[in-house]
Structures are given as structure tokens and as C-alpha cells.
Antibody, heavy 122, light 107 residues
Framework: EVQLVESGGGLVQPGRSLRLSCAASGFTFNEYAMHWVRQAPGKGLEWVSGISWSSGDIDYADSVKGRFTISRDNAKNSLYLQMNSLRAEDTAFYYC???????????????WGQGTLVSVSS | DIQMTQSPSSLSASVGDRVTITCRASQSISTYLNWYQQKPGKAPKLLIYGASSLQSGVPSRFSGSGSGSDFTLTISSLQPEDFATYYCQQSYSSPWTFGQGTKVEIQ
């Protein structure tokens, strides 16, 4: 059974940093691309960032480019999102999502974690 | 960026009804279109990929169609567990964008 478990969310002040983690199990992690997708409370879904199986291809939404960094550790079956210079508009549930393929060419999110809430407020 | 527009934004229906949700892309995306279901407090779940392929384990009452810029998600006979919000998402080009969602409520 595929399982994705996010952690690291919480309340943080504007301008500060936070690092999210996603622990994966139930599939061969190093064969698939992974993504972060966020959802502000009561709002729709927004793709944030994606990373290919080898970390050779990385992509970001314009809204987070230069502030967020995605990474993965295939030896630990883990995905990460380093979030710097956080803003109030970054407040959202952050979901880790598995891609159906190894590259970033076709983003089909076939499994999702339960999400972790990031609240940015003073 | 490719804009995805769903209609309607919400609908009320009864158990057993046939329900149709439409998604329109701001440019042609071939059949690079996915549909997700999200229940309150839960993560989204992939229902349909490639516009018309049913994800493993998804009931056959769900179906998808369309190509180019116009797409449809159909639930042939609405069940109590289908009351949720549905999102389309284009997988044609980055940034990968979603529709605003369609909330299916009990009539």
C-alpha cells in the first residue's frame, strides 16, 4: 500500500523558514517523480514544485521560485520542501504527491499524503 | 500559463442522478487532462487520467471524455459517497494548473 506522510508544518512568522518532509513507503520511491501541491484553507489546489526520480529535473511555480527548494533523498525514501522568506499567502495545507512517471513531463498525481498545515502569521 | 475553467462551480443532485462536470482549457492540451475527487478534510484522489482512462480501483460509474480544450467528467449514477469537490488538472505543460473545483452537494 502506497503511503505518503508529511510532517514539519506549523505556525511561523512572516520572513522565517520552515522545512517540510514527506516519508514514502509502499512503492519504489527512486523510480517516480514527486511533487508538492498546496491548498489554502477553503480554496483550490495549486501545484508548488516537482522533482524527477533522479533529482535531475526540478521545477517550481512562479509564486515560490527563489524562495522554496525541493529535494529528495532516495536512500531514505523521503521528499523535502525548504521554504524560506515565508509570506502570509503561503498559508496552506501542503500535500506531497507521487507522480505516475519518473520524469516531470506528464504530471499525473496518483497518490497523495494527508497534508500538513503551514500557517504564516505574526 | 494554461488556465483551467470548470463549470458549474457547484451543483445539487440526488442519489441516482447522472452528473456532468465540464472543464475548459485556455489552449489545446490534447488529452493531457486529469480529474480528482476531494472529500472534506481529505487529500485529493485521482479518478481519471489522460482525459478518459479510469484510475485503478475507481468505480466504473465515473467516466471522462474530451480532447483539445473541452473535457467532461460524468458520474452515471450518483452514489452517497460521491458527494465531494471535483477538480480537473492539465498535465500538458508546466506549471501544472487546476480548475477552481466543482462542489457536488446533496439535493
Amino acid at each position: 500500500e502506497v503511503q505518503l506522510v508529511e510532517s514539519g508544518g506549523g505556525l511561523v512568522q512572516p520572513g522565517r523558514s520552515l522545512r517540510l518532509s514527506c516519508a514514502a513507503s509502499g512503492f519504489t520511491f527512486n523510480e517516480y517523480a514527486m511533487h508538492w501541491v498546496r491548498q489554502a484553507p477553503g480554496k483550490g489546489l495549486e501545484w508548488v514544485s516537482g522533482i524527477s526520480w533522479s533529482s535531475g529535473d526540478i521545477d517550481y511555480a512562479d509564486s515560490v521560485k527563489g524562495r522554496f527548494t525541493i529535494s529528495r533523498d532516495n536512500a531514505k525514501n523521503s521528499l523535502y520542501l525548504q521554504m524560506n522568506s515565508l509570506r502570509a499567502e503561503d498559508t496552506a495545507f501542503y500535500y506531497c504527491a507521487k507522480d505516475s512517471q519518473g520524469g516531470l513531463g506528464v504530471a499525473e498525481f496518483d497518490y497523495w499524503g494527508q497534508g500538513t498545515l503551514v500557517s504564516v502569521s505574526s | 500559463d494554461i488556465q483551467m475553467t470548470q463549470s458549474p462551480s457547484s451543483l445539487s443532485a440526488s442519489v441516482g442522478d447522472r452528473v456532468t462536470i465540464t472543464c475548459r482549457a485556455s489552449q489545446s492540451i490534447s488529452t493531457y487532462l486529469n480529474w480528482y475527487q476531494q472529500k472534506p478534510g481529505k487529500a485529493p484522489k485521482l479518478l481519471i487520467y489522460g482525459a478518459s482512462s479510469l484510475q485503478s480501483g475507481v468505480p466504473s460509474r465515473f467516466s471522462g471524455s474530451g480532447s483539445g480544450s473541452d473535457f467532461t467528467l460524468t458520474i452515471s449514477s450518483l452514489q452517497p459517497e460521491d458527494f465531494a469537490t471535483y477538480y480537473c488538472q492539465q498535465s500538458y505543460s508546466s506549471p501544472w494548473t487546476f480548475g477552481q473545483g466543482t462542489k457536488v452537494e446533496i439535493q
